[in-house]
């Protein structure tokens, strides 16, 4: 039977009923500065099982507990290790998950039987506020089906997720538009297991450290599988217009519209700007899903800072397999 999904504007009031909701073992998209997750109490196995049916998630793929107050990671795991506490002194709150030794506390379900979570503390205050009046992590994996595009507006939740959460808190455009960076430290050694909203390079600046990418053979991380993060329709990277021939298609630029006529033709951004083209990727997507348009061009941003984690979700949105 298909449940009717409520459908809300973030105000202190419905913070309240979504933290209620939460409290009883229900599940509630919450928008997050990256993308909108969909969250359940992380202690509690029956309701994180529900966010598995939601999504249509293969129980091996773990969660993101988020967190409120960097104090609440004592509770997850069990060694911070001083290393991954200067990454947490750093980047939090923000768009950075670090992978940890986990608590036996933290349900499997949770990790997927892994001996390690993932934590991160988000800076959106929406989020905040909803953990806080939770008053325990909330476990939330982007509110998307598995290997599809991640909302960024909760319009895109309601439509992906039509048997869905017991409500979804409408915040409006999520800032970044693009997930976490995901980091792993192991042996004294930092993995990057996935480009986020925090570019890689950033991270290496400030915190003065060398991040290892994992083999690709070795996936630890399902968001590192070949196609993720893809669109019903058919993705083609093109370098210009001229190799871009089909004008039913969607025509997605870089900086500079193209000239031809595609029926939906958009610039991630005119300045230039790879925050301004992170935050309109996903958006552009799930456009041209509502118009249902079958193909779509799309241009490589420059592969530096925050163009890697775009220019990676490119690639994996147009991988035919894998
Ligand atoms: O920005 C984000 O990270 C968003 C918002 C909602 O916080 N969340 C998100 O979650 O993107 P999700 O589930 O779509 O992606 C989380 C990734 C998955 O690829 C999962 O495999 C990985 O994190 N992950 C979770 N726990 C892990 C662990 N213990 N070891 C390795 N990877 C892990
Ligand atoms: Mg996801």
Known sequence: MKKKSNFIKVSNKSLKTAAKILKKGGVVAFPTETVYGLGACAFDSKAAAKIFKIKKRPFFDPLIVHICDKSQLSILSLEIPPKVKRLTDLFWPGP???????KESVPDI???????VAVRMPSCQISLKLIKEAGFPIAAPSANLFSRISPVRASHVKNQLKNGPDLI???GKTLKGLESTIIKFEKGKFYILREGALPS???EKKAKIKLIKPKQAKITAPGMLKKHYSPKAEVIIVKGEKEAGDLRA????FKKLPLKNFKYKKVLSSKGCLEEAAANLFDFFHETEKMKIKKIYVEKVPHKGLGKAINDRIIRAAAKEG
């Open 250 to 253: 969607a025509y997605i630029a």
């Open 110 to 116: 949770v990790t997927a039987g892994l001996n390690t």
């Open 201 to 203: 390079d950033k991270i």
């Open 169 to 171: 808190l409408d915040g």
């Open 96 to 102: 950075l998950t670090l992978i940890l030794k986990k």
